[in-house]
């Protein structure tokens, strides 16, 4: 188990998905995102395995939770800065996210 201390540690954003396309090197199907967590963050990259219930067209403009304060992963050809968080289902990764649109960069408790 890990203690509240250790959960306060992890630092999650919302932000929203301004592009996305498939991450064409990637072993298992992805995509590169690159998702807005507004002025104090910015714009950083993701690769997510969404393909199954999203399209990109899907993705962009939507959004997300992410954790921000991992460090960077190198997945195919794309630097992943942030990992984006779903929820797994038999159908595939179904997005996490805010019950109404807060601002880019807003801290999860």
Known sequence: MINI???QKID???GTIIAAE???GARK???K???DFGDE???KNSSAQLTQIYSPADLI???VIAVVNFPPIRISQVKSEVLILGAGTAGGVVLLSAERPVENGSKIF
């Open 29 to 31: 199907p992805a995509y």
């Open 22 to 24: 498939i991450n064409k």
């Open 12 to 14: 999650m954003r919302a």
């Open 61 to 63: 403009g939507r959004q």
């Open 41 to 43: 963050i910015g714009i």
């Open 5 to 7: 201390e250790d959960f």
């Open 33 to 35: 995102l690159k998702v």
